[in-house]
């Protein structure tokens, strides 16, 4: 079980966009259905933000979607605020009957 | 509401074990699998396990196997991780989760909850 592959660091300026990538497999990312996003800030538990790809649960802003295209799994943050600077993590189900986690995303709103 | 209410942090030498535990509040606690996960120091997520709390079954992660223990007590709606033989490379925050999906629909959804962690630290 490789962890998924996300880069370490992004950044963008408040009203900008950024996309957050998270590249697996055919046996967890691209098998199922089954891909979710978490922010982390520092000290805190992480917070579900997208779970079956492209779902938002009730109370996360808009400005959060999610994307996959084969292996690859994105997140998009649009119109960046200062309180979305934070660690994102990707998530997948995989084969068999396990979870995955990714390295881990440190976003910097500049 | 829901709430998943850790054990508190541990200091212990290496060598030794840490049994930490996971209080459910809010919901049947035999109706969602409970999942571990632990983060090292400035490090990513790192997936440990599961148990399913109607049936005690486990999957554990390969790295984990033969290694972790998770088990639970459906009397006081509690789920445990036990680690013996613990390294250095052990200190970590360690977190339950609770998936989002009730148990006829799978052992994993997305995780919606989560508890507050518990730091272990390992060290002579």
């Known amino acids: 079980q490789s962890a998924l592959t996300q880069p370490a660091s992004v950044s963008g300026s408040p009203g900008q966009s950024i996309t957050i990538s998270c590249t697996g497999t055919?046996?967890?990312?691209?098998?199922?259905?089954?891909v979710s996003w978490y922010q982390q800030h520092p000290g805190k538990a992480p917070k579900l933000i997208i779970y079956e790809d492209t779902n938002r649960p009730s109370g996360v802003s808009n400005r959060f979607s999610g994307s996959k295209s084969g292996n690859t799994a994105s997140l998009t943050i649009s119109g960046l605020q200062a309180e979305d600077e934070a660690d994102y993590h990707c998530?997948?189900?995989?084969?068999?009957?396990?979870?995955?986690f990714g390295g881990g995303t440190r976003l910097t709103v500049l | 509401q829901v709430q998943l209410v850790q054990s508190g942090a541990e200091v212990k030498k290496p060598g030794a074990s840490v049994k930490v535990s996971c209080k459910a509040s809010g919901y049947s606690f035999t109706d969602y699998y409970i999942h571990w996960v632990r983060q090292a120091p400035g490090q990513g997520l790192e997936w440990m396990g599961w148990?399913?709390?109607?049936?005690?079954?486990?999957v554990y992660a390969q790295r984990s196997h033969g290694w972790v223990t998770i088990t639970r007590d459906t009397s006081i709606s509690t789920a445990y991780m036990e680690l013996p033989r613990l390294k250095s490379d052990d200190t970590a925050i360690y977190y339950c989760?609770?998936?989002?999906?009730?148990?006829?629909?799978?052992?994993?959804?997305?995780?919606?909850?989560w508890g507050q962690g518990t730091l272990v630290t390992v060290s002579s």
């Open positions: 148990i399913n709390p109607n049936t005690g079954g486990t």
């Open positions: 998530c997948s189900y995989a084969d068999p009957a396990t979870v995955v």
């Open positions: 055919s046996s967890d990312v691209g098998l199922y259905n089954l």
């Open positions: 989760a609770r998936v989002s999906v009730p148990v006829h629909s799978g052992s994993f959804d997305s995780f919606e909850y």
